[in-house]
């Protein structure tokens, strides 16, 4: 008996022991997030066998709404699908690609709006296990590579589009915006009276079955075979309800220190984080809400065999820092190929991106906004410490007299060096304004960074755009 009570006593104390260690406060969730700024988005699903091409037609947009622009029949996308082997598949070099860039987490599509699964799912067959020629999860060895090398994973997931599952929403697009159909007109009418469906196969179930049948128990497999998920990227709130939003959210508890963005569905849900896309927001638009840029390296996200318009690896850096600078984070796009290979221009673009990181990481993990917004010349992040502020300056325009100058710093300096070779700069302070002397010729003509450590914190000014 007396053991029993002592048992008992044991089990009161270490439940709500147990039970408190999994209640993370939202600041504890988002702490790696914050530290990381950058992150990699992978685009991949059946859409990068068509790569842009359908009938031997261009199709316009960007390369994962290839079914819809077009209006791919569903029996016909499905069809086609059979022929998805991505035989190159090596999630090793993906997760090592992305590492090497200096990126700490990646975000892939585990279903896109098209619906396709491309993990193990009890709740469609439309995955890629039973609806390709492939035959295996795609997701299993890249959480494995992303575990082997310390690499965040998150999951993208389409809860409310899904142009395959039938009862899955479908945003309506003008049969014109794909090409140049003949049909156009019977077709336009019929996805404005059909809320956006092509093909009646989609609507066989209610957008409510749709979310108990697919959604749900998908989310739940994600959320429980994967290991740590790290964060959950839900996609495009069309027609979602509170409801259907509800169901999901609660999935997350399968998860305690996931993090999620905003698009579950907008305005009840708003998640962790703010998702401006293909932009990065001007200083005046920031409300302190957590916030990352996703952006595509080219045009697309989903691979498109024609788009070579790729952004260059100096502004992507840029636009890092920029990012940085205003205390976000970066999600930057790769779209893989049917065969499961980074397009080459994405591994260069990576791999210049890494070289740069390599040298000046320190700039952009684990740092601050400016406390002054921008600067015509460059950015800057900052990093707090027990005895006072770390300054990173990013230069993108080197000053053509060698001489930077930042009136804003009033702090004494304690020291200013490159932060690449650690080569010490020389500054001097007259009425107030700090000047740094740089080396004539900029080391890095992409962005050099003058680290400058001062005493105390710095006194932050309101805001400002670039001033130039
Ligand atoms: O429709 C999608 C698009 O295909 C892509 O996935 C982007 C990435 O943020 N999200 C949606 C558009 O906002």
Request: charge should be positive; glycine fraction near 8%.
């Given at each position: 008996?007396?053991?029993?009570?002592?048992?008992?006593?044991?089990?009161?104390?270490?439940?709500?022991?147990?039970?408190?260690?999994?209640?993370?406060?939202?600041?504890?969730?988002?702490?790696?997030?914050?530290?990381?700024?950058?992150?990699?988005?992978?685009?991949?699903?059946?859409?990068?066998?068509?790569?842009?091409?359908?009938?031997?037609?261009?199709?316009?947009?960007?390369?994962?709404?290839?079914?819809?622009?077009?209006?791919?029949?569903?029996?016909?996308?499905?069809?086609?699908?059979?022929?998805?082997?991505?035989?190159?598949?090596?999630?090793?070099?993906?997760?090592?690609?992305?590492?090497?860039?200096?990126?700490?987490?990646?975000?892939?599509?585990?279903?896109?709006?098209?619906?396709?699964?491309?993990?193990?799912?009890?709740?469609?067959?439309?995955?890629?296990?039973?609806?390709?020629?492939?035959?295996?999860?795609?997701?299993?060895?890249?959480?494995?590579?992303?575990?082997?090398?310390?690499?965040k994973?998150g999951?993208?997931?389409s809860?409310?589009?899904?142009w395959?599952?039938?009862?899955?929403?479908?945003?309506?697009?003008?049969?014109?915006?794909?090409?140049?159909?003949?049909?156009?007109?019977?077709?336009?009418?019929?996805?404005?009276?059909?809320?956006?469906?092509?093909?009646?196969?989609q609507?066989?179930?209610?957008?409510a079955?749709?979310?108990?049948?697919?959604?749900?128990?998908?989310?739940?497999?994600?959320?429980t075979?994967?290991?740590?998920?790290?964060?959950?990227?839900?996609?495009?709130?069309?027609?979602?309800?509170?409801?259907?939003?509800?169901?999901?959210?609660?999935?997350?508890?399968?998860?305690?220190?996931?993090?999620?963005?905003?698009?579950?569905?907008?305005?009840?849900?708003?998640?962790?984080?703010?998702?401006?896309?293909?932009?990065?927001?001007?200083?005046?638009?920031?409300?302190?809400?957590?916030?990352?840029?996703?952006?595509?390296?080219?045009?697309?996200?989903?691979?498109?065999?024609?788009?070579?318009?790729?952004?260059?690896?100096?502004?992507?850096?840029?636009?890092?820092?920029?990012?940085?600078?205003?205390?976000?984070?970066?999600?930057?796009?790769?779209?893989?190929?049917?065969?499961?290979?980074?397009?080459?221009?994405?591994?260069?673009?990576?791999?210049?991106?890494?070289?740069?990181?390599?040298?000046?990481s320190?700039?952009?993990?684990?740092?601050?906004?400016?406390?002054?917004?921008?600067?015509?010349w460059?950015?800057?992040?900052?990093?707090?410490?027990?005895?006072?502020?770390?300054?990173?300056?990013?230069?993108?325009?080197?000053?053509?007299?060698?001489?930077?100058?930042?009136?804003?710093?009033?702090?004494?300096?304690?020291?200013?060096?490159?932060?690449?070779?650690?080569?010490?700069?020389?500054?001097?302070?007259?009425?107030?304004?700090?000047?740094?002397?740089?080396?004539?010729?900029?080391?890095?003509?992409i962005?050099?960074?003058?680290?400058?450590?001062?005493?105390?914190?710095?006194?932050?000014?309101?805001?400002?755009?670039?001033?130039?």
């Amino acid at each position: 008996m007396k053991k029993t009570i002592a048992v008992l006593i044991l089990l009161l104390i270490i439940i709500p022991v147990v039970c408190a260690q999994k209640v993370l406060t939202r600041d504890q969730r988002m702490q790696w997030w914050r530290e990381a700024r950058f992150g990699m988005f992978i685009h991949w699903g059946v859409y990068s066998l068509p790569a842009g091409t359908w009938d031997g037609r261009q199709i316009g947009g960007i390369g994962e709404w290839i079914m819809n622009r077009a209006k791919i029949p569903v029996a016909e996308y499905q069809s086609m699908a059979k022929q998805f082997n991505p035989v190159n598949y090596d999630p090793d070099s993906w997760v090592r690609m992305a590492k090497e860039a200096g990126m700490k987490y990646i975000v892939i599509t585990s279903k896109h709006h098209d619906g396709f699964a491309l993990f193990t799912t009890k709740a469609s067959k439309w995955n890629v296990v039973d609806a390709t020629a492939y035959g295996k999860d795609l997701l299993k060895p890249l959480a494995e590579a992303c575990k082997k090398y310390g690499i965040k994973l998150g999951f993208y997931y389409s809860q409310a589009q899904d142009w395959n599952n039938p009862g899955g929403s479908a945003a309506r697009k003008l049969t014109g915006e794909g090409w140049a159909n003949p049909d156009s007109v019977i077709i336009d009418s019929y996805t404005k009276e059909h809320n956006g469906h092509w093909d009646p196969a989609q609507e066989k179930k209610t957008f409510a079955q749709y979310i108990d049948d697919v959604a749900v128990p998908q989310v739940k497999e994600l959320l429980t075979n994967y290991g740590d998920i790290a964060v959950l990227w839900w996609d495009t709130p069309t027609n979602m309800t509170d409801d259907a939003a509800t169901k999901l959210q609660s999935l997350l508890k399968l998860q305690p220190a996931i993090i999620t963005n905003d698009r579950l569905k907008r305005p009840n849900f708003p998640g962790d984080h703010k998702t401006p896309e293909q932009k990065i927001p001007n200083l005046k638009d920031l409300d302190g809400t957590d916030w990352e840029t996703c952006m595509t390296m080219n045009v697309t996200w989903g691979y498109k065999i024609n788009d070579h318009n790729y952004k260059s690896p100096e502004t992507l850096i840029s636009n890092l820092l920029d990012i940085a600078s205003k205390g976000g984070n970066f999600l930057l796009n790769v779209g893989p190929t049917n065969l499961g290979e980074f397009p080459q221009e994405s591994i260069d673009i990576l791999a210049k991106m890494g070289q740069w990181m390599k040298a000046n990481s320190e700039a952009v993990y684990g740092t601050k906004a400016s406390p002054w917004g921008l600067f015509s010349w460059g950015r800057c992040t900052r990093k707090e410490t027990k005895d006072g502020t770390v300054l990173y300056f990013s230069v993108f325009d080197w000053p053509s007299d060698g001489k930077l100058e930042i009136p804003e710093l009033k702090n004494k300096i304690v020291s200013a060096v490159l932060l690449a070779n650690q080569t010490k700069l020389k500054t001097s302070v007259l009425k107030g304004n700090t000047t740094v002397v740089l080396p004539p010729k900029a080391p890095d003509p992409i962005a050099t960074v003058v680290k400058i450590t001062v005493k105390g914190k710095v006194e932050s000014k309101p805001a400002s755009e670039t001033k130039k």
